[in-house]
Each structure stands twice: as C-alpha cells, then as structure tokens.
C-alpha cells in the first residue's frame, strides 16, 4: 500500500486536492468539480483551470465509525456532500467540528489539511477538507 | 565593524498571517498524568490529527496573501523554518508552495535552527528581497513541537505558525526594517539527534548562557547600531518558551512588562518553537498603530538570536482586517484530555 509506484497517482491530482482547482468551459461557461476534458453541460473541448472559492454549505453527511484501510487512526470521523458557492457538489472530511455541531446548511469553507499516511515510510498525503468558517 | 543588517533597498512587510490549531490542553491535565504540581503556563495549543507543520504553515501563508493582495506567482523564495519536518527529506516548503499557487518559478527551502527558523527565513528573505534578486520572498515559521512524555517541555511544547511577505518599502508596506542584527554561539542547550523522536535539554544550562545570553546580547547589539534605548520602543516580541522567561529579558532591557504583554501569548498557546515570536509579532501587528516601533528578538537553541526593529505604517490599518487576526484563532478552542491528545500527537500505535 502506497509504495512509490503509486506516488504518480496522488501526484497527478495536487492542483485539485490541495488548492481546489476545477474547471471552467471556455464556450459554455459551466464550472465543475474536479476538472473534467469535456464540458459536462454542452460537451465543449476547451477546458480552463478555474479556482474555487472554497466557501459552501453541508447538503448531507455521515459519520464513518469503520473506515476504509489507512483512515483508522482518524475515526470517528465526519464526510459530508458539500455544495460549492459555484456550484458543484463535492464529497470530503469535515473537520474542526464535533458531530453533534454539524447541521445540514451549515456553512463551512475549505482548509488543505494531511489526508492520509502511507505506512511509516510512504507519502503523506494532503487534500481539501471543510471546517465552519473562522470568519 | 558595522554589525547592523541592513539591505541595500529598503523592505517591509506586506501581508502577514498566523495560525493556531484550535485545539488546547491545561498544564494541570498533563500535571495528572506525570504527577505534577506547579506549572510555566496555562493551556497549550494541540494540532489536530489531521494537521501537520506543513498544513499550519499553509494557512498562515493563505492569510498572508490575503493581506498582501499579490499574485502568489510574484513570490520568488519560500522559505519554512520548522523543527517538526513530517519528512526527514523531501522539502516542506514545495508543499506549502504548491497549496498557494506560488510555484514554480521560485526558490524554496525548509530551514532549522530550533526555535529560531522561522526568523532565520525571515533574514533571509530581508535580504533576497533588499538586494533586488526579487520583488517578494516569503519565510514562514511553524511547527508541532515534540516534547518527551512526562519531560517539562511537555508542558509548554505546543503548536502554530505565522507567515510574513517580504517586499520592497512602498504605501503597501504595512510595517518595513529599520534593521536587524543576528547574534549565534555554539551553544548545545537543546538538541535532537537524528531518528530521535524527542529533543533532549541542558536544563538549566539553557536558561543563562542560552536563552537569556543569546536574546539580550542580540537586543542590545541591534539597539547600539539604531542607536536607540529601549524606551523608543512602543511593543516587544521576545522568544516566548513560557511566561517567565520573556518577563525576564524585558526586566534586564528596562522595558516595562505593559509593551510586551500584548505579543506575549506563550501563557494560552504554549511554545510553538519557530513560530513563536512570528504568532507575537502577528498579535501585535493586529492592535498597532502606524507610526509604532516594535522590537522583535527570536531564540533558537544550539543557539542564537535575530533582533529585528519594525516601524508600522499607515497600511496596517486596512490590511489587518482582511484576514482572521491571531486572537480569532487564539480564542477558537476546544480542550482535550490527555488520552485524546495523546492520539492527537500520533502516541497510539495501531
């Protein structure tokens, strides 16, 4: 698991995990998340990097209790569908907040926090998360 | 000899941003579990599981953005002073780079020199800066410090960071140098060896030839080269490993206690080693007016000290408020038992 034929993988993907970087059709104008070759909405080819606010709202969550292999240190934690100010909804961790504050419609705004570790030796992983706001 | 740093352009800050995980344990929690009465502070910042020098210095660089309005592109070196790499090699730096948007046409590297890394950068970047090599340098100081189980240092060993833009003097600027002066013996007070997992400590040898030699030899280097007393200055930002210790030098100074306490927050946060004086200075950068002279003397084991002297300017004012000031995040706290902190600090094997 994660050893460094793997690496290219998580490297392929740093724009978008950690900085939240999408995409934004040239003809059509439609934004989403992650970053696709082809516009979603009207199937247009030109594709440019758009950054995202990462201010947005909870639409629904969940507490994982038996996480997947390389999550366990971290349980109890929170995963919720969060609905970007621009749009797109997208999957990930809440974090800075106990359970029982999270409420559906709560705001929240994106922080890039350690994902995961690969074993004592492998890559540590950063991404996006969501945390309520500080201000 | 002149002993005074100073670069050939004049340079100042201009975007500033700390971070503090909102996390915290009281002294008397950790005094529980080691049996121990008597304590240097009250409470200290904890990182989250999830969070890492690397994650702090990101935020902190993400406020100082945010007040310094610049394309993170202009950045040209990006310098993170840490004594807690999460790896022994591959750079911090490039991480907190890319999580900008700062790379790649940039000079990056992480700097270590105990405490004092994050001001180590700082000179550094003074000087990229000063000498015209590029318009702006950020150095940045952070750290989720180690402290052995039961040790003292567990006590006060905490984590945070704070990020500064290093740019050329202009209405932009919010506070520039006026100089500074950087002060280093051979010094072994504290140390960790390589695959160690906790630093060891001279214990009371790092008090008087150490903290306190270094932090006042460097105050009063940089106060004869401005030729200043330390009356002319209005804050004071020392290395703030406890309470007592920062009290001490502004009592040797003649500095009294009232400049020093407002960037003095090693009492509700801990130490948080290469950010500590960065996280002090931000404090007092959120409350000073333009016009204001702050002193700004750092520590780092091993051992030295950077003195630096800060003028504010008319644009603090506007700028402080365009990201989280330090008490927003300094206030924001939950408290942890020591069992949770413990897993907080990745003490549990799985």
């Known amino acids: 698991m994660g050893r460094p034929m793997q690496v290219s993988r998580y490297w392929r ?46 639409v629904s969550w969940t507490i994982v209790r ?19 100010e621009e749009g797109p909804v997208v999957l990930a961790q809440l974090t800075d907040v106990d359970p029982e504050e999270i409420d559906f419609g709560m705001e929240v705004e994106m922080v890039t926090r350690k994902v995961r570790e690969f074993e004592e030796d492998g890559i540590i992983l950063y991404g996006y998360k969501f945390r309520p706001p500080i201000k | 000899m002149r002993r005074l740093l100073k670069p050939i352009k004049d340079v100042g800050i201009v975007g500033y941003g ?30 989250n599981l999830d969070e890492d020098a690397i994650t702090i210095g990101i935020e902190a660089a993400r406020n100082a953005l945010k007040r310094a309005r610049i394309n993170p592109r202009e950045i040209r ?37 105990a405490c004092k890394a994050g001001t180590e950068a700082l000179q550094a970047a003074i000087g990229f800066v000063g000498s ?34 290093v740019g050329e003097k202009t209405s932009e600027t919010l506070a520039y140098f006026e100089g500074s002066y950087s002060y280093v013996t051979d010094t072994p007070d504290f140390w960790r060896r390589q695959h160690e997992h906790y630093p060891r400590h001279g214990n009371r040898f790092t008090g008087e030839p150490a903290y306190f030699h270094q932090i006042v030899s460097a105050a009063k280097g940089l106060m004869e080269e401005l030729d200043y007393s ?7 930002v020392f290395h703030q490993p406890n309470v007592k210790f920062p009290l001490t030098v502004a009592k040797i ?13 090693s009492g509700i946060i801990g130490n948080t080693y290469s950010g500590a004086t960065l996280v002090g200075i931000s404090a007092v950068l959120d409350i000073a007016k333009p016009g204001d002279r702050i002193l700004w003397v750092s520590f ?49 094997i799985m």
């Not at chain 1, 059709?25 to 199937?43: A, I, L, Q, S, T």
């Not at chain 2, 500095?255 to 927050?265: A, S």
Request: aromatic share 12%; net charge neutral.
């Open chain 1, 13 to 58: 993907h740093f724009k978008e995990k950690y900085r939240l970087i999408g995409g934004k059709c040239k003809n059509c104008g439609h934004v989403h998340f992650p970053k696709r070759p082809v516009c979603p909405e009207c199937g247009g080819k030109d594709i440019e990097d758009f950054q995202f606010s990462g201010k947005g709202k909870v």
């Open chain 1, 66 to 84: 038996n996480p997947p292999s390389g999550y366990e240190y971290y349980k109890p934690y929170p995963i919720a569908l969060v609905e970007l």
């Open chain 2, 18 to 47: 700390a971070y503090v995980p909102m996390f915290r344990i009281k002294n008397e929690e950790i005094g529980r579990v080691w049996g121990v009465n008597g304590f240097p502070i009250q409470e200290k910042s904890v990182n």
């Open chain 2, 77 to 113: 070196a990006l310098w993170f002073g840490t004594e807690s790499k999460p790896y022994a090699v591959k750079p911090s730096a490039t991480v907190i780079a890319e999580a900008i948007g700062a790379t790649p046409d940039l000079d990056a590297a992480d700097f270590e020199f």
């Open chain 2, 132 to 165: 015209g090599m590029a318009k702006y340098a950020m150095a940045i100081g952070a750290d989720t410090s180690q402290g052995r189980p039961g040790d003292h240092l567990e006590f006060t060993a905490s984590a945070g960071g704070a990020a500064y833009i």
């Open chain 2, 230 to 236: 330390p009356s002319d200055f209005d804050y004071a």
């Open chain 2, 253 to 265: 100074l003649g500095i009294p206690k009232e400049k020093v306490l407002p960037g003095l927050l």
């Open chain 2, 300 to 348: 780092g084991s091993g051992a030295g000290s950077d003195a630096f002297s800060l003028i504010v300017q008319d644009a603090i004012e506007e700028k402080r408020e365009l990201a989280p000031k330090t008490m927003d995040y300094v206030n924001r706290k939950k408290y942890l038992d020591y069992a949770l902190y413990a897993k907080h600090r990745g003490k549990y």
